[in-house]
């Protein structure tokens, strides 16, 4: 029988090490036809901001190799009408339900943080501060060292349950930027958000993107987030949650290997809406052929 | 309940730019609404890496099957085109809203169609004429190729033809037929490009008449999560794939 739990600092104990990455499950609701929601560690919801967002105009997707652009533009409706409307309709599931929190400025990721440590059964916050698609959508924020320290350090005097921090790949050194996140009170760090892309349709001659430039995600990024995820896990003493075209148990198990202890999974979900069930017990299965009796034990066992 | 099952292909049909594709479940049928629509996944190809979004052109419950009519217009629908007999399709199905019953049981209804837009009007057709309706149908093309499966739809309803070179039927759009003139209509369906669906919306509001549409959005996810396939309406940005595909033209901003 392997033991499935993974234990995070403050609390913050998964089932399993399977999540889902913000923006590619919305609420849970739109897969509970397919899975039992039960069965996964965690629910990442929708980007959530202070106030409703209207988000980009259409086109905000484009279908490129092995993956997608988007450029949503965090349409939500604001964390008020989550926590009226949102929140009583999923707050009973039976997984870690964490709200994802963008914002543009100091004192909105602030006020969302602040709305949402107030409710009961969600247990983290994800700190979006590497939205590519808006701007000041946090990547401002998140492409600094200074940037994460002022937000991060900020969120964190008003928020006291787990906060993980997610970073943005579209730096110099990703490290750097997670070390920064810890040294402000981050209780984990998730990487990677999607990485600043382009397309073209050459007939036309006109971007396919109304925002021009939008997210790169799907099984195309994994290589990069691989290696991310290997160099923050090398550099930082708090959990590391990875995500980046993770579609597969094999997928998942790289990333645990490379230092991840949980892993979210994005838009594989567009693909199999069963994907994320498939992938924790793929994982158990790993663990049984290799007589490993924790899943956490996976964690940075890579050989090199 | 939506659902991702594997139909199997027991019939095919193919024209130059289209493909008629019955698929057999081995399942029984979700109870499916004219106007929904199936993800179908193509293969995990770099370049077709997401599902691809197809209409449902007929439904049988006894049978268990689904017909799609698929337009070759990329990789992945080319790809779907040329799935074989006894080769498997991978469906999530069925999603969105579909098109909604007329209460009035005399009501005048007309399901215009065009291009491969042609394709939900028929089991819409059928569904509303097992109601005891009398659907009418105006179909559009850019010429007779773009009009398959015909005699399907005279059993169903009265069929008016346009076509963009005269090869078939009246000459020109679908809202130049003198079948407008002719007959009064309480109710609009449509399905098409862009531009045919605004016309037709046009021609709704000009005559007062009740008037749906069923949105084309290029969409990833097809369940309401991603936010990708967007229309901006009265409301603001709507998901096609779940506050659509269908849509009372009301609702738009065009």
Redesign the interface.
Known sequence: MVNETIQLNKGLTLKNPVMTAS????YGE??S??IDLSQIGGILV?GTTLNHR??N????????????L?A?GL?NKGIDHFVETIYPRIKDIDTNIIVNVSGSTIEDYCAVAEKVNALENIPAIELNVSCPNVKQGGMAFGVTTSGIEQVVSAVRKVYDKHLIVKLSPNVTSIADLALAAEASGADSVSLINTLLGMAIDAEKRRPKLSTITGGLS???VKPIALRMVWQVAKAVKIPVIGLGGISSATDAIEFLLAGASAIEIG?A??????ITVKVAKGIVEYCERHGIKNVSDLTGALEV | MKKITDFRLIEKKEWAKSTYLLLQSDEPLEDIKAGQFVQVKVDDAANTYLRRPISIHDVDYQNRTITLLVQRVGEGTNKISDTEINDTLNIIYPLGNGFTMPEDKDAKVVLVGGGIGIAPMYYLGKVLKEKGLEPVFVLGGRSKEDLIMLDKFSSVGEVYITTNDGSLGEQGFVTQHSVWKEKKFDMIYTCGPKPMMMAVANLARENDICCEVSLENLMACGLGACLCCVENTIEGHVCVCKEGPVMNINKLLW
Do not use: H, L, W
């Open positions: 923006g590619t499950f919305g739109e897969y036809d397919f929708k209207e988000g105009p259409y086109p905000r997707m484009a279908e490129t190799p092995s993956g997608m988007n949503v349409q799907g099984a195309c838009t979900n567009f693909i199999d809406p069963a």
